[in-house]
């Protein structure tokens, strides 16, 4: 019987004889309970390990020779009602979902191209973190709606499991999100930098090695952390079905030593962010000398939204690292304190979800961006140099460019006219000047003579005997001489 008490199980009440048992008002056969290894424990459940069934106040189930019951409720369907762990975990569904929308909508907004992409700044690097936020709201709607089953069910069963495992699962894809913003932004002061000298940063320097690394190194803190908590035997948190059960299976293995070091990964993974916003400083802001002073320049240069996201993913990971010491206010536990678990592990997720949201919104995307500081770049050598640049309206007045292919045609041959074009607008567009009339070249003249033709003497008649394919014939060419010739006069193209 003492170990029977350790288990927390009861005896069979006893019926009217011996092989009868009464068990809330309703008579089972102890035969058959023993055959199928029914045991009755004290919380009002007759369970085998396969098959369980609620046996108090209107729950009167009863069994058949063959081991079937008739009228059976599951141990594991809703009983209770929704309560606070229940009700905030809907409401922070909801949100979750809202915040993808709007995320997209970012993922839009960023991710597009203006400029041809460059393999030293890839697009793809600027949508990671609305990728890895989207991931995070969906862990938060899934876990949320979970825990109302939570709250509902007379024992714990897999409802805890997926509730807790993807609240576990938002860690490292907030870590990451938070590292990619970050990361990001410090990429956007490279690109920045490059666009007005390309050739100040190098990337074989002590920075680009630098940024070389930090990432593996960040990734590989945030991995270890999914690692030590995600993969592992998840059965024993579901054992809370009664008090001891609760501390011989579900404390220690919520509490265990992996719970503890995936805690400690994480706190590493957010001290490399902090380390890569102050390398971004460092290296893309002006520079202060001294303790004090860098401290104040972190402090004015760092962006506003790294001023809140950090220290809100810094108290989700210092809740990770007390839940794992401390199992009474655990996520695991299912009867934990509701303001635990959503003030200090759901809310900063979401917050940090909602204020990159807000600052995307606002900011540009980059590739306009830098357009219009080109642009602002080339009216300042403009205004060096001295160089007015005409309004915007003034190609459009003066251009044709609201005109369509059609339309530009007819507008050239209008420019010209039709009918007897030469004639009308030739004349008066064309204005040549006095050209000198060209001599008439030889008509049989041989390009492949090897002797060349003497040139007649000026002011005389000359006679020039020309063969061709032996027969003879003669030329004759009168010049004048120049100082008697009057140069022709030419008006237009007909003239020549």
């Known amino acids: 019987m003492p170990l029977f008490n350790i288990r927390e199980l009861v005896q069979f009440p006893q019926g009217e004889n011996s092989t009868d048992v009464l068990i809330n008002h ?9 055959f199928f290894n029914y045991t009755l424990y004290d919380n009002g459940t007759l369970s085998n390990g396969s098959s369980c069934y609620l046996t108090f106040d209107a729950y009167q189930p009863s069994m058949l020779w063959n081991g079937t019951f008739i009228n059976g409720t599951s141990c594991y369907d809703p009983y209770y009602g929704i309560k606070k762990r229940g ?65 509902r069910n007379y024992l714990q069963n897999l409802a805890i499991v997926l509730n807790t495992f993807f609240y576990y699962l938002m860690m490292p894809g907030l870590l990451a999100a938070v590292w990619e913003a ?129 220290p809100l993913t810094a108290v989700r990971v210092g809740y990770d690292i007390a839940s794992s010491f401390e199992w009474s206010i655990s996520p695991l536990k299912y009867d934990v304190n509701a303001g635990w678990m959503y003030g200090l592990g759901y809310a900063p997720a979401f917050l940090v979800i909602l204020l990159v949201d807000i600052w995307g919104y606002f900011d540009p995307n980059e590739d306009r961006e830098l357009l219009r500081l080109r642009a602002e770049r080339g009216r300042t050598i403009d205004a060096e140099l001295g160089l007015n640049q005409k309004p915007t309206w003034w190609s459009k007045l003066h251009g044709d460019n609201h005109l369509s292919a059609e339309s530009r045609l007819k507008a050239m041959t209008t420019e010209i006219g039709g009918g007897r074009a030469t004639q009308r607008n030739l004349e ?23 002797e060349a033709a003497e040139e007649p003497p000026k002011g005389r008649p000359t006679t020039t005997l020309s063969s061709d394919d032996g027969e003879s014939r003669r030329t004759s060419v009168r010049t004048m001489s120049s100082t008697t010739s009057r140069p022709q006069q030419v008006r237009s193209m007909l003239d020549i």
């Open 26 to 34: 309703v008579h089972f056969n102890r035969t058959a309970l023993n």
């Open 182 to 310: 970050v990361r990001h932004w410090g990429s956007w002061q490279e690109r920045q930098t490059c666009d007005r000298d390309p050739f100040l940063l190098p990337q074989d320097d002590r920075r680009g090695k630098k940024e070389f690394f930090m990432p593996l190194v960040f990734y590989m803190f945030a991995w270890l952390n999914f690692f030590m908590t995600i993969p592992r035997p998840w059965v024993n948190i579901e054992y809370q079905r009664s008090p001891q059960q609760q501390n011989d299976y579900a404390k220690p293995s919520g509490t265990d030593a992996r719970f503890k070091a995936g805690a400690f990964l994480a706190f590493l993974a957010w001290c490399m962010i902090c380390y890569s916003l102050q390398h971004s400083i460092h290296y893309y802001k002006p520079r202060n000398r001294g303790l004090w002073n860098s401290f104040i320049g972190f402090l004015h240069w760092a962006p506003a939204k790294f001023l809140l996201i950090i």
């Open 428 to 450: 008066r567009t064309i204005e040549l000047g006095t050209m000198p009339a060209a001599r008439p070249r030889e008509e049989h003249e041989d390009p492949f003579s090897d």
């Open 87 to 151: 009700s905030l975990g809907v409401a922070f569904a909801c949100l979750f979902a809202a915040s993808i929308m709007f995320t997209l909508v970012n993922l839009r907004k960023h991710g597009r191209l203006f400029l041809p992409s460059e393999k030293r700044f890839r697009a793809v690097g600027r949508r990671w973190q609305w990728y890895w936020l989207t991931f995070v709201a969906t862990c938060g709607i899934i876990s949320g709606v979970t825990s109302v089953d939570v709250d």
